[in-house]
């Protein structure tokens, strides 16, 4: 890795975490103002908490050589990682990358419990799951012995790895922590739109390096996966506004906001092998699929507070089906259904179908030993989500000058 492709990586990966905050935005704005910090601060922490697992045992466990399923602790402390001085440089931006999708993965899940999940278990809760889903997950799809990887399965930026396993898990997670309380279920009015808005814009920033820079280099393959990820995302937006108006007869700004999105997450897995036919094909298809995936939610007995299994896991497994349709062989090296390639659309379900399987049923374990665990729980008392976890938690208000609770 050149000089030029390191530069290129550093700044993708500050753009990746960039996105966590943009997340926190995204969410906070969607909750009730009594609920915004405890909202925002599931992700700010994860940058904190998850920053130290990576380093610690994170990163050896994703992609150190153990086998087809898991990494070793060969790379404990990220000791050994570094073994030739002149590409020390090139091991380490791999590592910071890398890191930024560690973070954000768990900060994804949050939206699904929002106002109603205990803080000190969440803080306890992302550890286990960065351990015990997220790397083994990680080193399947993107370490070199992986056995999704040995098959063959696409997954350029984290369609399976990040959105789809993030995604699952949260569906278990609203499940097993139960619906907020005092007739919030069923949906709730965004508290702050502009949030909203930001959020959502920080996220199409901060995803160009989450997607261009997957390819580890500033190259060709980075400048179209630049080019269908904003084209993805800018189909899917106004896709969404498009239906939304068909359905409610309003533009809604977080309708706009949450279709783009969803584009992104679809146009993940797929950025470093479709074109922009392909890009756009997915971003409309998203959008319809999870616009009419969050209609039906809004009556389920689950409480997913801010859908996020419909547009991170729907999307992401939308996404990664339609890397195997539409890919193309000039643009990745692995030729689509499209191109006459229809084993890898397998691999692709494959991959979905093991990723949906294996997080959720660990994540359940994970979480229900949490439940039993004394002075532990998922969910705060009635009380405390009553008045607000911001006050009770946290300490601490998000808007005091206007008054609003």
């Known amino acids: 890795m050149g000089d030029g492709n390191i530069a290129w990586m550093i700044v993708a990966s500050a753009l990746v975490l960039f996105m966590t905050p943009g997340l926190a935005f995204f969410y906070g704005g969607l909750v009730r103002a009594k609920n915004v910090i405890s909202t925002m601060m599931y992700s700010f922490i994860s940058m904190a908490l998850i920053s130290v697992v990576w380093v610690v045992w994170g990163y050896c466990l994703a992609f150190g050589h153990g086998g087809s399923l898991i990494g070793n602790f060969d790379y404990l402390f990220l000791d050994g990682v570094v073994t030739d001085p002149s590409t020390a440089a090139a091991?380490?931006?791999?590592?910071?990358?890398?890191?930024?999708?560690?973070?954000?993965?768990?900060?994804?899940?949050?939206?699904?419990?929002?106002?109603?999940?205990?803080?000190?278990?969440?803080?306890?809760?992302?550890?286990?799951?960065?351990?015990?889903?997220?790397?083994?997950?990680?080193?399947?799809?993107?370490?070199?012995?992986?056995?999704?990887?040995?098959?063959?399965?696409?997954?350029?930026?984290?369609?399976?790895?990040?959105?789809?396993?993030?995604?699952?898990?949260?569906?278990?997670?609203?499940?097993?922590?139960?619906?907020?309380?005092?007739?919030?279920?069923?949906?709730?009015?965004?508290?702050?739109?502009?949030?909203v808005l930001l959020g959502a814009s920080i996220l199409w920033f901060g995803w160009f390096g989450f997607n261009a820079g997957s390819g580890l280099s500033a190259n060709f393959q980075a400048v179209n996966a630049f080019l269908v990820t904003n084209t993805a995302a800018a189909a899917a937006a106004l896709t969404w506004v498009v239906i939304g108006v068909i359905h409610t007869k309003k533009f809604s700004a977080v309708g706009a906001a949450t279709g783009a999105v969803a584009g992104l997450v679809a146009i993940t897995p797929a950025s470093g092998f479709v074109d922009v036919a392909g890009a756009l094909a997915i971003g409309v298809t998203v959008s319809m699929v999870c616009y009419s995936v969050a209609i039906l939610m809004e009556k389920s007995p689950i409480d997913d507070a801010l859908v996020v299994f419909g547009v991170h896991g729907v999307g992401g497994a939308w996404g990664a089906i339609m890397t195997g349709i539409f890919a193309v062989e000039g643009i990745g090296g692995t030729a689509g259904l499209i191109e006459g390639n229809a084993a890898i659309v397998v691999e692709q379900l494959i991959a979905v179908l093991a990723t949906l399987a294996y997080s959720g049923i660990a994540t359940f374990i994970i979480l229900k030993v949490l439940d039993l665990i004394p002075g532990l729980g998922l969910q705060e008392a009635e009380n405390i989500e009553a008045t607000g976890l911001d006050a009770n938690v946290h300490g601490e208000r998000g808007y005091i000058a206007d008054g609003a609770d």
């Open 91 to 195: 091991d380490l931006v791999f590592v910071v990358f890398q890191m930024m999708f560690a973070i954000i993965t768990p900060a994804l899940i949050t939206g699904a419990f929002v106002e109603r999940f205990k803080f000190s278990t969440y803080m306890l809760f992302i550890v286990l799951w960065i351990t015990l889903v997220y790397a083994p997950i990680c080193h399947w799809v993107w370490a070199s012995d992986g056995w999704l990887f040995e098959r063959g399965a696409l997954d350029f930026a984290g369609g399976t790895v990040v959105h789809l396993n993030a995604g699952i898990a949260a569906l278990v997670a609203a499940f097993l922590v139960g619906k907020r309380r005092n007739g919030a279920a069923g949906g709730i009015v965004a508290h702050n739109v502009p949030y």
